[in-house]
T-cell receptor
Framework: NAGVMQNPRHLVRRRGQEARLRCSPMKGHSHVYWYRQLPEEGLKFMVY????????ESGMPKERFSAEFPKEGPSILRIQQVVRGDSAAYFC?????????????FGQGTRLTVV | GEDVEQSLFLSVREGDSSVINCTYT??????LYWYKQEPGAGLQLLTYIFSNMDMKQDQRLTVLLNKKDKHLSLRIADTQTGDSAIYFCAEDKAAGNKLTFGGGTRVLVKP
């Protein structure tokens, strides 16, 4: 059973371009979470999705950021018109169900660099 | 200020015990977690403790929870060079896995 797979591992974008980050949860997991880690900081919650639904997007910036988790395929975090401040590591986590104490498994992250 | 706070850095000699401290603010948190992050890698869940417990031990790891002071600690016995990493504590503020992380403690184990 493969773990949470994120790709690409590293992504370089010029200012103004779009970045698309993909996350395939563990098999059997229908709950996906995205976190952002700025340099030298902890992880900050961005969004929580279940299949075809956004459950909680309270941590998403109001503009340029969007996320989806379609019925088929990976979850996508999209950042439009990237700026230097978007440079960070973006981590995806998945769990088989909701509920405190349910272990969330993290992917290895996508490190986005905006030049 | 930050909801979850940790000291930035800890240096320890191989074979000694390490103690990493964390304070949190939300008394309604039900679970508190410790994650390990090695350079360039994702987060690995080390252990977690339910809020009605005071202590949890798992091999070399001991978690202590003081609910009154909202203080959490992770003790690593017989610290090894492979334990060098960043350690994050995290709390859940709501049902599910929406975690609030501390800023991480960088642990350096010296031979």
């Amino acid at each position: 059973n493969a773990g949470v797979m994120q790709n690409p591992r590293h992504l370089v974008r010029r200012r103004g371009q779009e970045a698309r980050l993909r996350c395939s949860p563990m098999k059997g997991h229908s709950h996906v979470y995205w976190y952002r880690q700025l340099p030298e900081e902890g992880l900050k919650f961005m969004v929580y999705l279940q299949k075809e639904n956004i459950i909680d997007e309270s941590g998403m910036p109001k503009e340029r950021f969007s996320a989806e988790f379609p019925k088929e395929g990976p979850s996508i975090l999209r950042i439009q018109q990237v700026v230097r401040g978007d440079s960070a590591a973006y981590f995806c986590a998945s769990s088989p169900r909701e509920g405190a104490g349910t272990e969330a498994f993290f992917g290895q992250g996508t490190r986005l660099t905006v030049v | 200020g930050e909801d979850v706070e940790q000291s930035l850095f800890l240096s320890v000699r191989e074979g000694d015990s390490s103690v990493i401290n964390c304070t949190y603010t939300d008394s309604s948190s039900t679970y508190l977690y410790w994650y390990k992050q090695e350079p360039g890698a994702g987060l690995q869940l080390l252990t977690y403790i339910f809020s009605n417990m005071d202590m949890k031990q798992d091999q070399r790891l001991t978690v202590l929870l003081n609910k009154k002071d909202k203080h959490l600690s992770l003790r690593i016995a017989d610290t090894q060079t492979g334990d060098s990493a960043i350690y994050f504590c995290a709390e859940d503020k709501a049902a599910g896995n929406k975690l609030t992380f501390g800023g991480g403690t960088r642990v350096l184990v010296k031979p």
